[in-house]
């Protein structure tokens, strides 16, 4: 059974307690993130398990090939 809510009965924080968790919390907002360079990306990148795994699936591939792709009938 869905419940009707009337819009005017809504209220928003007052004034007062929006500058407390002001003053407690600090800003709604994103921290400033440090500008990295390609290098810095790079190796985050090649520390990922999953990319060494896909690394490492790769080259076992590259030393074994297609082996049924290599045989003739």
């Known amino acids: 059974m869905a419940h009707k809510i009337e819009l005017e009965s809504i209220t928003g924080l007052s004034a007062s307690v ?39 699936c790769g080259v076992i591939y590259l030393f074994l090939g297609d082996v049924q792709g290599n045989s003739k009938k």
């Open 18 to 56: 929006v500058g407390d968790r002001l003053k407690q919390e600090g800003y709604n907002e994103l921290p400033s993130t440090q500008h990295r360079n390609i290098w810095g990306i790079a190796l985050e990148i090649f520390k990922e398990p999953i990319f060494l795994l896909l690394l490492g």
